[in-house]
């Protein structure tokens, strides 16, 4: 089965400080990957997907996420991080477009000022 | 505006009560799903429909039941809730490519 990973809970950084907030996955065929943020008490939000094509994929909000496939994974990056950004986010596979997502547990982002 | 609609969007039950999550769809999607959503989990599969008429289990379908008879409403029914059902429930649509749609969530409580 599917599964994927996030490998930290939490990551607090410090207002203009870049993060990476790192996913892997399990699959021994090809998936499509995406990464959804969530704002406290709100809904999720897609902030950007891996299909095919360039391993660099560019997201809204100035975010961005590298496909590895010899190493499975789909790290989330960004240069520099502001307080608006501190939320939930969630690293998600799926093995086509119209199977289900599978979600990894989450990470919290914190943005201390 | 086209999307995913969940009702209701909060409900407090009681040990033992019945209810029915909506989900509605107006984008003629083929494929409907839902997630609950706890602390630490992410978001889980309960149950999903690949069409009309159609239902499957998903990670957690216990305690859950499902009804897709038309194409556009996937429901989601408790028959007797237990406080480990207080979650937020997300119903998500797909069509094709990857195109997925979520609701805005339902925050259940069960006490």
């Known amino acids: 089965a599917q599964s994927v990973t996030q490998l930290d809970s939490q990551v607090p950084v410090f207002e203009e400080a870049p993060v990476e907030l790192r996913c892997n996955y399990s699959s021994s065929v090809s998936v499509y990957l995406f990464w959804y943020v969530q704002y406290p008490n709100q809904g999720l939000q897609l902030l950007l997907k891996y299909l095919s094509g360039s391993t660099l994929v560019k997201g809204i909000n100035g975010f961005e996420a590298e496909f590895n496939k010899s190493q499975t994974s789909f790290h989330l990056r960004k240069p520099s991080v502001h307080i608006s950004d501190t939320a939930e986010y969630f690293c998600?596979?799926?093995?086509?477009?119209?199977?289900?997502?599978?979600f990894g547990k989450g990470t919290r982002l914190s943005v201390i000022a | 505006n086209a999307g995913v609609t969940q009702t209701p969007k909060f409900r407090v039950l009681k040990t033992g009560q019945s209810m029915t999550l909506l989900c509605a769809q107006d984008m003629n999607h083929e494929y409907m799903y839902w997630y609950r959503q706890d602390p630490g989990m992410g978001l889980r599969l309960i149950h999903y429909s690949v069409g009309e008429g159609t239902t499957a289990k998903g990670e957690v379908p216990d305690g859950y039941n499902v009804s897709r008879l038309k194409k556009q409403n996937f429901l989601l029914g408790l028959e007797s809730a237990a406080p480990s059902q207080t979650s937020v429930y997300f119903c998500a649509s797909s069509y094709s490519y990857a195109q997925y749609t979520f609701g805005s969530g339902t925050r259940l409580t069960v006490v």
């Open positions: 998600v596979a799926t093995l086509s477009g119209n199977t289900p997502l599978v």
